[in-house]
T-cell receptor, first 115, second 116 residues
Framework: AQSVSQHNHHVILSEAASLELGCNYSYGGTVNLFWYVQYPGQHLQLLLKYFSGDPLVKGIKGFEAEFIKSKFSFNLRKPSVQWSDTAEYFCAVIPPKTNAGKSTFGDGTTLTVKP | DVKVTQSSRYLVKRTGEKVFLECVQDMDHENMFWYRQDPGLGLRLIYFSYDVKMKEKGDIPEGYSVSREKKERFSLILESASTNQTSMYLC???????????????FGPGTRLTVT
């Protein structure tokens, strides 16, 4: 079945370490790509998105993601994490010819940043 | 700012009860979604709606139904609650973006439902 895969279920880092969270999808054609974040006790919110154009996308709070079409990947990166980045991160894909913007979400990655 | 509200943050129901979860969005979005969020399973789509009175099944519709009588309101109904429906339920809305690019989703705070 076509899907979205997030490789790491739980990542633990120290402050100032660099972060890369993997996301791969299995849909062909043009896709829309998103990363959402859920901070403890808060709503899920958009971190960044890619529809077209420059494959390196910058989001809020210093996050960025790179779309590599040949690898079907949309990995999330941050050069130096902070304790406040502790959260759950979800990759999401809107496949081609999808009704109503229906997204498929990955299983999520829990990031814990140690102070 | 888009605001998506859900009727309850926490709900405790007994097995066999009929349960209504309400969701309201204030940005005139065409699309609305209901998900359940379980640890290690991410977000799983239950139902979605792309217009008033229009709905489609998501990935896990069994045991659920929905209603969308007004554009801003999307209700999730558990006809006869069971313990395996204990979960966090998230509502979201979205609008088609520019040039066919589909928009991101805006989420409500979630309803944590416990069925005993």
């Amino acid at each position: 079945a076509q899907s979205v895969s997030q490789h790491n279920h739980h990542v633990i880092l120290s402050e100032a370490a660099s972060l890369e969270l993997g996301c791969n999808y299995s849909y062909g054609g043009t896709v829309n790509l998103f990363w959402y974040v859920q901070y403890p006790g808060q709503h899920l919110q958009l971190l960044l998105k890619y529809f077209s154009g420059d494959p390196l996308v910058k989001g809020i709070k210093g996050f960025e993601a790179e779309f590599i079409k040949s690898k079907f990947s949309f990995n999330l990166r941050k050069p130096s994490v902070q304790w406040s980045d502790t959260a759950e991160y979800f990759c999401a894909v809107i496949p081609p010819k999808t009704n109503a913007g229906k997204s498929t979400f990955g299983d999520g990655t829990t990031l814990t940043v140690k102070p | 700012d888009v605001k998506v509200t859900q009727s309850s943050r926490y709900l405790v129901k007994r097995t066999g009860e009929k349960v209504f979860l309400e969701c309201v969005q204030d940005m005139d979005h065409e699309n609305m979604f209901w998900y359940r969020q379980d640890p290690g399973l991410g977000l799983r789509l239950i139902y979605f709606s792309y217009d008033v009175k229009m709905k489609e099944k998501g990935d896990i519709p069994e045991g659920y139904s929905v209603s969308r009588e007004k554009k801003e309101r999307f209700s999730l109904i558990l006809e006869s609650a069971s313990t395996n429906q204990t979960s966090m339920y998230l509502c979201a809305s979205s609008s088609p973006g520019l040039a066919g690019a589909l928009g991101e989703q805006y989420f409500g705070p979630g309803t944590r439902l416990t069925v005993t």
